[in-house]
Structure formats: C-alpha cells, structure tokens
Nanobody
C-alpha cells in the first residue's frame, strides 16, 4: 500500500517560514518525480514546485526565489522550504509522486499565512 504522509503545515505570520515534509512508503521515490501542489476553495489545484529524478526543478512563478524543493531518496522524502510567506500562499498543500501514468497523492495539509 502506497502512502504519502505530509507534515510541517500550520499557521505562520506574513514574512515567516515553514518547511513542509512528505515521506513516502510503498514506493521507491527515486524513480518518481516529486511535486508539491496547493489548492484554495473555488480554485483548481496548482503545481507549486516539482523535482525530477535527476534533481531538475520547476517552480510556480509566484514562489520563485522564496520556495525551495529538495528530495532525499534515502529517506523516501521530499521537502518544501517556504520563506517570505505571503497571505496569498494560504492553501491546502499536497504532496504528489508521479511516474508516467502513475500518480500518488498525500492527504493534504493546511498552510495559513496570517497576522
């Protein structure tokens, strides 16, 4: 059984930082592209950051220079370091592991940026 378990979300003030973690079980993450998505009510889920199997990264324009994605396949984990957080970063964040036509999702966790 495949599971992606996210942690690290919560409430933070504008300008603050959070580090999201996602640990996978039941798969070998080194053969998967690992991604973080987010979703707010009434909007489509959007890709925030992705890291390929060779470490290539992609970021949503609005988070470039503030967020950093990295992976540790020895721990079956992917991380998202979020700095200089803004209220518009408030969303439910989801971890995703993708390989061709196979995709696994975490349960999602709330990140709220508010004073």
């Amino acid at each position: 059984q495949v599971q992606l378990v996210e942690s690290g979300g919560g409430l933070v003030q504008p300008g603050g930082s959070l580090r999201l973690s996602c640990v996978a079980s039941g798969i070998r993450t080194r053969v998967f592209a690992m991604r973080w998505h987010r979703q707010t009510p009434g909007k489509q889920r959007e890709l925030v950051a992705a890291i390929g199997t060779i470490g290539d990264t992609v970021y949503l324009d609005s988070v470039k220079g503030r967020f950093n994605i990295c992976r540790d396949d020895a721990k079956s984990a992917v991380y998202l370091q979020m700095n200089s957080l803004k209220p518009e970063d408030t969303a439910v964040y989801y971890c995703n592991a993708r390989q061709t036509s196979t995709s696994y999702w975490g349960q999602g966790m709330q990140v709220t940026v508010s004073s």
